[in-house]
């Protein structure tokens, strides 16, 4: 079939935007969320009847020979700049495409409905569907983009919605801030992702995914290419530059100050942008150019991603121990989960059983993006229930919130790696996957996967046992549409370990073989266990270990908890040496040194003016006197030059 | 009457029609339908202009006309153009209209006012259609003219300082103009021909090299005041913060336009070899106002200060482009001059709306205006991402192409150069996004509680200013062909050499 009613996809969530964003006056709650909801809900069913044309075939050109292709639909010129270089328009399904358009329309959905309960009452209600659904088109654009300059595009787009979003309470100033440091830092790391596709098109010669995917072409290139610096070639600092885009917007470490501060934003939202979608755009980017990434210079700027992942995933999670506000903990979760995807595809070959990284990094990424929205959303029914972020406040909730309960902890068990749920197919190939390449990244992994669950069972047990506090008013349930989406995702959650991820997407587009590792299984699923019942001893009722544990661990537990002092840094570089040594002695430069020396010639014209205006006497004696005086000196110039 | 001329004789009726009106609410109508006409008639010229191309005609300026005017000289009134004049003369006609909406309330001595703008007017549509150097300088001068007794008549704060500061300025630099232009006019017989003023002859003659290293800083210069090139775009910031709205929608939208449309049509065109001679020294120089004008942003507290330094980061970009040396950057800059045309002349628009209400410019002074103006505080985050270079709207395909461009060149010096202008996309984030922050968002302060709301002139100025940004930045192949046919000569003119 031919795939151009995929352009729907698009269409529909901007349409969406355009008529909230002009009408949030006139459109009223709850109507402008129904409508929203309604809308993405279409845009989920064509993108889900998209994913199956593709999988199973029927999209003309989806398979030959047993081989998942590239498929184009209405690849437009927009910008061009050479006959080879040029900005494309149009979509792309392939089969990680295919999947993110399982994974957005899904988590959009679900957020939209969500929160036509959840944001009842804002004054900006309408305002908020249409962002969500600016969001949405951004994304899917960038999910569908036919090559990087376009990926650039709509990532430039998801940065605005998610500065909108997380800013969304802007009479808040800790929200306005925190958006502004989010557009900021991503931007910067923006400025790396330019540069890299800036090289990437001049040396290259190519922006299209299916030139820069060729293994011909890779073939090429690196043999056109030496090392030009620090033994590396520019197409693999080129893609270093890239990977520093994608590591802005998925927070990697060192860029990943946003993302907890990006918390500021309505619960929904960091369920959709900041757990599920946005964040793992660079895990989708390195996908993306993978073939480019495992290839050039065997690899390097891939081992450049595995070590960045694997250090963000630990960093993450031991920061992840301490913080009390229950969406900070999800955020610095997901920052852990994210440098696991990304280590995933780090220590991933190419074809065949090598390429089980690959495989296993968008398994975790579509598992995680259910069960993380999934508990995002739960914890936003929680807040909404208390009204309060903080741990402090909270406490034997299992007994007022029994859906939410339940969905958590199944969520909560998911991300720690229990079978059979999602979290354990995907953790147990990545793992396995690191085993066979690298022994220490292999072990950062393992302890993370103990640690998550501790942290996440940590988080359980103090939210739904420990004590009670004295609550004001009596926690309830959430309403329908809050505990409907969170229905849907544990049943994603928990089926979706199941699907045949090995036949569907890799990296090469070919199936390939897995099996169940049992040791690396049954060692992981040991350590989850073990971090739980650790949690479950330390949390599940009031008492003072973890007290003990914060003092015996003292300086170190106070750097974790102040998330090791990264903020302090950007703050002391951004405000007191870039504002204070760079940007106000410009400004004052300009105004006391440039603008000072420009007011001076005219000043010194004047004094100039001033001074020779007594020649002009009207006496005739001062005349006579200068005339012979000029005489003379003419006459002296004649005598000494002639 | 030919269809060029038009351009100028409109607003010299609109005047002769101001000068004969009476009463305050007839002047803004008389200048309001004046600047109509002068918007259809750019629309049509466009038209005409896509239909004459499309027809086949591919001579290199259209709708050409000339009249003798000084003969002893060989002076001309010659006129035509060529895509990116029409593209300049569609973007002055916007600002126009857009500028008479917003400066709908002005009430002192509101006739002159409304005069003296369309008289700017007609010096900068002279401009943009004359094919001969000294007509083009006469146009020049009656754009610039008006412009210090507007801002010193009808400013603000050290109003008198401000437009004399501008206007020396802008004038010293008009006299290492003329110098340049005579220059080229006494070279213009070395191959045997009359020595002539028409920039399609003198480009026809090989100027001798060493007259052109001369007088090609003269020219740049000369272009690049106006185009606020580091260091001196000084008179920028103190002009645009005491002018009135209109007078700096005009000033920042068309008239630093002149600047690097004359750069790149008379020093670079003419003199090919000065410009290769010199363009390293002045990349030096446009880079540094690229960097150093989004940085000085980034410590202003002044609505006006602000936008004015970003006005010298952002016509940075266009002469760094022009000097860049190839037909994508060349595109870039041209796309860069409509673009800033736009989103800067959008923002004085709402510098003024805000300032209207507010009655101060301090940003400290401002806070959480979002709830109580919505729409322009809507404005305002827009202006702000069109501002900072988002796509979908202009700048980012400007900015695109200059990039791009710049990055064809793979020596260590146009790296760095090109490196730092890239760099600038962070700092411009972080200004712009402190002024919205600053002013629109926060908590609501309680002496704007009872700011009125947006008018239908405001909207109607802003709207359409958001709309053209976005039309380039939506369909940047559309205004790209145009641009591309009309760079051809220049790439056979000045990169052939």
Known sequence: MDSSYTILILLIPIFTFFLLGFNFKRIKEPTSGIIGTALIGTTALISYFTAFQYF??????????????????????????????????????????????????????????????????????????????????????????????????????????????????????????????????????????????????????????????????????????????????????????????????????????????????????????????????????????????????????????????????LFAAIIAFTQHDIKRVLAFSTMSQIGYMMLALGVSGYSGHDGLGFMASMFHLFTHAMFKALLFLGAGSIIHAVH???????????????????????????????????????????????????TLIFAVGYIVAGMTAFYMFRLYFRIFWWNEPNYKHTPHESTNTMTIPLIVLAVMTIVSGFIPFHNLVTADGAHIETHIDWATAGASVAVGLVGILIAMFMYKKENTISKRFRSGFGNFYEA???KFYIDELYMFVTKKIIFAKISAPSAWFDRNVVDASMNG?????????????????????????????????????????? | MDILSLFVIVPVLTVIALMFTKGQNNYRVVTAIGSGVQLIMAFNLLYQFLAIREAGNTDTMVFMQDYMWFKSM??????????????????????????????????????????????????????????????????????????????????????EYSAMKLTLMLMGASALLLVAIFGLYFNSNVDGG???????????????????????????????????????????????????????????????????????????????EGAHYWSEFFMILAVIGVAYGAIAAVSQTDLKYINA????????????????????????????????????????????????????????????????????????????????????????????????????????????????AVSAIVTTAVYMLRLVGKIMMGPVMEEYKHLPAITWYEKAGTFVLVLFSMLIGIFPFFWSDIIDEAIKPFIQGILSV
């Open chain 1, 56 to 313: 199973t075939g029927a999209m003309k050109g989806a398979i030959v020979d047993g081989v998942y292709q590239k498929v184009y639909t209405m690849n437009t010129v927009w910008i061009e700049f050479s006959d080879t270089l040029h900005i494309d328009m149009g979509i792309l399904i392939d089969p990680i495409t295919a999947m993110m358009l399982i994974v957005v329309p899904t988590i959009s959905l679900m957020a939209n409905m969500y929160s036509i309960g959840y944001m009842h009452g804002e004054s900006g209600y309408t305002r908020f569907f249409a962002y969500l659904s600016l969001f949405t088109f951004s994304m899917l654009g960038l999910v569908l983009s036919t090559n990087i300059f376009m990926i650039y595009i709509f990532w430039e787009m998801v940065g605005v919605s998610s500065y909108l979003l997380i800013g969304y309470y802007y009479n808040k100033p800790s929200a306005v801030l925190a958006a502004k440091k989010a557009f900021i830092v991503t931007r910067f790391a923006d400025f790396g992702f330019l540069m890299g596709i800036l090289m990437l098109g001049y040396y290259g010669g190519s922006w299209d995914f299916k030139v820069l995917s060729d293994l011909g072409f890779i073939e090429s290139l690196q043999q056109a290419y030496g090392a030009v610096f620090m033994g590396l070639s520019v197409i693999t600092w080129a893609l270093i530059l890239i990977f520093m885009g994608g590591a802005g917007k998925s927070a990697m470490f060192p860029l990943h100050i946003w993302l907890p501060d990006a918390m500021e934003g309505p619960t929904p939202v960091s369920a959709l942008i900041h757990a599920a979608t946005m964040v793992v755009a660079g895990v989708f980017l390195v996908a993306r150019l993978f073939g480019l990434f495992h290839f050039m210079d065997d690899g390097a700027a891939l081992t450049v991603v595995a070590y960045v992942g694997a250090l963000s995933t």
């Open chain 1, 388 to 438: 309060s972020n903080y741990m402090q406040d909270m406490g034997g909730l299992r007994k007022y919130m029994p859906i939410t309960h339940i969905t958590f902890l199944i969520a909560a068990l998911a991300i720690s790696g229990v079978p059979p749920l999602a979290g354990f197919w995907s953790k147990d190939e990545i793992l396995v996957a690191a085993l066979h390449d690298n």
């Open chain 1, 601 to 642: 010639v005219g000043n010194g014209t004047v004094w100039i003016a001033e001074k020779i205006k007594g020649l002009q006497s009207g006496k005739v004696q001062d005349y006579a006197m200068f005339f012979i005086s000029g005489v003379v000196v003419i006459a002296m110039l004649f005598w000494f030059f002639i």
């Open chain 2, 194 to 272: 009359a020595l002539t003023f028409n920039i399609f002859e003198i480009s026809q003659v090989n100027i001798p090299v060493e007259a052109q290293k001369l007088f090609f800083p003269l020219a740049f210069i000369g272009f690049a005041v106006i185009g606020a090139l580091f260091p001196f775009h000084t008179w920028s910031p103190d002009g645009h913060a005491s002018a009135p709205t209109a007078v700096s929608m005009l000033h920042a939208g068309v008239l630093m336009k002149l600047g690097g449309y004359g750069v790149f049509r008379i020093a670079m065109f003419l003199m090919p």
């Open chain 2, 309 to 420: 330094y970003s006005s010298v980061s952002h016509l940075g970009m266009v002469l760094l482009a022009l000097l860049m040396m190839n037909e994508v950057a060349w595109r870039g800059a041209m796309l860069q001059s409509l673009s800033h045309g736009f989103i800067t002349s959008l923002f004085f628009a709402l510098i003024g709306i805000v300032y209207g209400r507010t009655h101060t410019r301090d940003i400290a002074k401002m806070g959480g205006l979002m709830t109580i103006m919505p729409i322009i505080g809507t404005l305002y985050v827009i202006a702000g991402m069109a501002n900072l270079g988002l796509p979908g709207f202009s700048g980012f395909a400007a900015e695109m192409n200059i990039f791009v461009g710049a990055f064809q060149h793979p020596d260590m010096f146009h790296r760095i150069i090109t490196i730092i």
């Open chain 2, 74 to 159: 060989n002076i001309h009134y010659a006129i035509g153009v060529d895509g990116i004049s029409v593209l300049m003369i569609m973007l002055t006609s916007i600002i126009v209209l857009a500028g008479t909406f917003i400066s709908w309330k002005v009430d002192d001595l509101a006739k002159e006012f409304f005069i003296f703008l369309i008289i700017l007017a007609a010096g900068v549509y002279g401009f943009f259609i004359s094919i001969d150097l000294f007509t083009m300088f006469v146009f020049y001068e009656i754009a610039v003219i008006p412009m210090y007794l507007l801002i010193g008549l009808w400013g603000s704060g050290p109003r």
């Open chain 1, 560 to 562: 974790a908890f102040a």
